[in-house]
């Protein structure tokens, strides 16, 4: 069986099975199971196949179609053009949340050296991509979790970020140390009713209870304690939540200005809050 066999045919197992990316899934397995980069796999679709690899290729496949994620099973994720280590430890990154990583980066800009904090760090991708990208900012991340941090940290390690990028564990923002200019929180949002049915990924990350508020309910009326005056927390968010996050903003911090940004597919994902100057 050549390359390009076992490519289609794994493409054709995994569409079947309801995979919406079905083709780059069976590619990105492919490429893991042989060791070799994108462009080297097109330049050798018309390899043969060697039956070992063969058969640890349709070995991963099957996990994939037992609904264990492709990230898992890599190892790896990227997100906003750089590669995250990722396990069962830790969610896996979306592509969504590079929204949430641009909102950041246009505020930045107004600060000379912004101190800006990623609460519920998970992989450490959020805070790991705004240390590398705003080369004058100091980032903190914070995680309730050790084994997410453990990740976070080897992450942050694997671009040498281990004295510009500080770790602290706690519950949202008990651990943080000092105040800041821009609060990331990418915090589970998922409904209850819906978490389970995201199967391969830890339900602590995503479960946010009934209506996927409840974390997010703790945070909002201690920010001012953790954010600086004219400093802005943007906060990930899901579908039909916009509403119901705004009015409890107004609710708790009336003087704060809101603002709801859709994300690349209209569905408004990050919720914007500045805090009076």
Known sequence: MKYREAWQKAAGLLEDSGLEEARLEAEILLRHTLGISRVQLHLELERELHPDKEAAYFQTLKRRLEGEPSAYITGAKEFYGRAFQVDKRVLIPRPETEHLIEKALRIARSYESPYIADIGTGSGAIAITLALELKDAYVYATDISAEALEVARNNAAEYRLEKRLMFYRGDLLESL????????????????????????EPVSALDGGADGLDIYRRLIPVLPGKLRPGGTALLEIGIHQSEVLANYIKEYLPQAAVEISPDYAGIPRVAGITLPA
């Open 177 to 200: 140390p000092e105040m800041v200019d821009i609060l990331m929180a990418n915090l589970p949002y998922v409904p209850t009713a819906e978490a389970g049915l995201l199967k391969g």
